[in-house]
């Protein structure tokens, strides 16, 4: 399936009892968990990737979604559509957060992308970043320092503005790709020489990537096993191991 042809089955199928689209401030799980035990003793609780919306799980078996704030209660059935599936457990709500870009027919030689690391290791992570985002340019500080322990895909977008579409212009269409990542990691201006045959429609394509994963900013972060974080990690190398 095709980058646009995913554009078109993008979506979480909710078939419940009320729909809603909430803005209120939310309230942590902790606090959810006391308010909702009147509907049974609660086994568990888990953010969905819906905006504002999270699963409830009680230990006699029984599933039903809440807003974040706690406001609204709906059971009914959730169908995630990409992979044909419904979801009525915490463990299966975990699971939705992880959407490898191969199963949602993402190929990266359609977006802006440069390698770096080493190559001998099996490929850790993708990561959109915009050139002249600052929290990407802590992150890059801390992987070119070990590059033998990474193995990363870098995808260029411009979220910042005319100038980051230039810079992301400009390291696409970089004739050679080494110096084009030496650029990026160092905010050089090594990489002369650009292909002709180059546009910028390949950086316009992270955008959309970015919105169907709900990707807030750059950098972010989608590790291979479809895991994502959005924003620069507290402990990157302990983000790439968890389970």
């Known amino acids: 399936m095709t980058l646009s042809k995913t554009l078109i089955s993008a979506a979480v199928i909710a078939s419940a009892s009320i729909s809603l689209n909430v803005s209120a401030e939310s309230i942590n799980p902790k606090e959810l968990k006391?308010?909702?035990?009147?509907?049974?003793?609660?086994?568990?609780?888990?953010?969905?990737?819906?905006?504002?919306?999270?699963?409830?799980?009680?230990?006699?078996?029984?599933t039903y979604f809440v807003?974040?704030?706690?406001?609204?209660?709906?059971?009914?059935?959730?169908?995630?559509?990409?992979?044909?599936?419904?979801?009525?457990?915490v463990s299966e709500a975990k699971a939705a957060h992880r959407v490898p870009l191969d199963k949602m027919g993402v190929k990266l030689d359609e977006l802006a992308t440069l390698s770096f690391g080493n190559q001998d290791i099996p490929k850790q992570a993708t990561i959109i970043v915009d050139p002249n985002c600052g929290y990407c340019h802590a992150l890059f500080n801390k992987i070119k320092a070990s590059p033998e322990k990474y193995n990363v895909d870098f995808v260029l977008t411009a979220l910042l503005g005319p100038e980051s579409l230039k810079e992301s212009k400009r390291l696409h269409c970089a004739a050679d790709k080494s110096l084009a990542v030496i650029d990026l990691l160092n905010s050089t201006k090594l990489a002369k020489e650009m292909r002709n045959d180059c546009d910028s429609v390949a950086i316009n394509k992270a955008p959309i990537v970015m919105g169907l994963l709900e990707a807030r900013g750059t950098p972010f972060l989608i590790r291979?096993?479809?895991?994502?974080?959005?924003?620069?990690?507290?402990?990157?190398?302990?983000w790439l191991a968890q389970e």
């Open 34 to 62: 006391q308010t909702l035990t009147q509907k049974g003793e609660i086994e568990g609780i888990q953010e969905l990737p819906i905006e504002d919306l999270m699963l409830v799980e009680t230990k006699q078996g029984k």
């Open 224 to 238: 291979e096993d479809g895991l994502t974080l959005n924003g620069l990690p507290n402990d990157f190398d302990a």
């Open 67 to 89: 807003s974040k704030n706690g406001r609204f209660v709906f059971q009914g059935k959730l169908i995630d559509n990409w992979f044909r599936r419904t979801i009525n457990t």
